[in-house]
């Protein structure tokens, strides 16, 4: 299962941003809002760590950064720089 990162080279691009869908950018927020929900934060939220398979799952991995607590603001500025990668 590829990372985005490795997806985008195999692709042929070679820059920082990641080309992906409307429904990969919905299920790669769902699934934060489902580590944060249960009280994880991952602290490492990059192109590397977001994975993706043929059936649209989207693992994602690499928590040695992680912590386990709640925080709502932090919540926000997280979901933020994840979308601020997603979309460019």
Known sequence: ?????????????????????????KAFISALKGLHKAGVRHHDSRADNLLIDSRG???????DCADFTFD????????ECLTELLEG
């Open 57 to 63: 799952q989207v693992p994602i991995i690499d928590l």
């Open 1 to 25: 299962m590829p990372s985005l990162r490795c997806r985008e080279i195999e692709r042929g691009g070679d820059c920082p941003q990641v080309s992906i869908s409307v429904e990969e950018r």
């Open 72 to 79: 709502e603001e932090k919540f926000e500025e997280v979901l």
